[in-house]
């Protein structure tokens, strides 16, 4: 059974940073595509950034150029790093594992989910 564990949120201020880890049980990184999700109070689920197993990334408009999607295989670990940080950033993440079928991505598994919290 595949399991993913977040990691890395908390409270922040804006403007500032955090790093969230999403640690796989197994080597499943290694052969899934990984995408970072968020979702808000009252708001839909939202794909805020992919990276696949070659490694090419790709982000919602929102989080250009502050956030970045990492992985390392050989720690089954994926990071989402978050610079810049708003308030409008405040939400649950989620990471999950799945595939990309062309261009659109389809999750398989699912974290628990880390709180982030952006005070203005």
């Known amino acids: 059974q595949v399991q993913l564990v977040e990691s890395g949120g908390g409270l922040v201020q804006a403007g500032g940073s955090l790093r969230l880890s999403c640690a796989a049980s197994g080597t499943i990184f290694s052969i899934r595509s990984v995408s970072w999700y968020r979702q808000a109070p009252g708001k839909q689920r939202d794909l805020v950034a992919t990276?696949?197993?070659?490694?090419?990334?790709n982000y919602a408009d929102s989080v250009k150029g502050r956030f970045t999607i990492s992985r390392d295989n050989a720690k089954n670990t994926v990071y989402l790093q978050m610079n810049s940080l708003k308030p409008e950033d405040t939400a649950v993440y989620y990471c999950t594992a799945g595939a990309m079928y062309g261009s659109t991505y389809s999750p398989d598994y699912w974290g628990q989910g880390t709180q982030v919290t952006v005070s203005s």
């Open positions: 990276i696949t197993t070659r490694g090419s990334t």
